[in-house]
């Protein structure tokens, strides 16, 4: 089986900075796409990132595009999501997920692996 888990959450200011992790055990992941979804205070998860098998293509949600930054390193099984200019509206628990052959890369039904979460808070 496939475990994700993700990292690196905390609470930051109004435009500063977080860098999350998302590691995979039990196997090679570098043929999936893989995905960044959140989900804020009563509000349903939404789509924040995608990147596709090799990095070579990434894909952002308007509200977080020129702010967030997905990356992937498919040597250590990881994929990053660096966060710069947050916001109050940001906060949320962010959850990574892979997606093997998915048909576009926003739609959470083609992400068959999901972490548990690690919530994000930033302050006014």
């Known amino acids: 089986q496939v475990q994700l888990v993700e990292s690196g959450g905390g609470l930051a200011q109004a435009g500063g900075s977080l860098r999350l992790s998302c590691a995979a055990s039990?196997?090679?992941?570098?043929?999936?796409?893989m995905g960044w979804f959140r989900r804020a205070p009563g509000k349903e998860r939404e789509f924040v990132a995608a990147i596709n098998w090799s990095g070579g293509s990434t894909f952002y949600a308007g509200s977080v595009k020129g702010r967030f930054t997905i990356s992937r390193d498919n040597a250590a099984n990881t994929m990053y999501l660096q966060m710069n200019s947050l916001k109050p509206e940001d906060t949320a628990v962010y959850y990574c997920?892979?997606?093997?052959?998915?048909?576009?890369?926003?739609?959470?039904?083609?992400?068959?692996?999901w972490g548990q979460g690690t919530q994000v808070t930033v302050s006014s």
């Open positions: 997920a892979a997606a093997p052959s998915p048909l576009e890369y926003s739609g959470y039904q083609y992400y068959y692996y």
């Open positions: 039990g196997r090679t992941l570098s043929s999936y796409a």
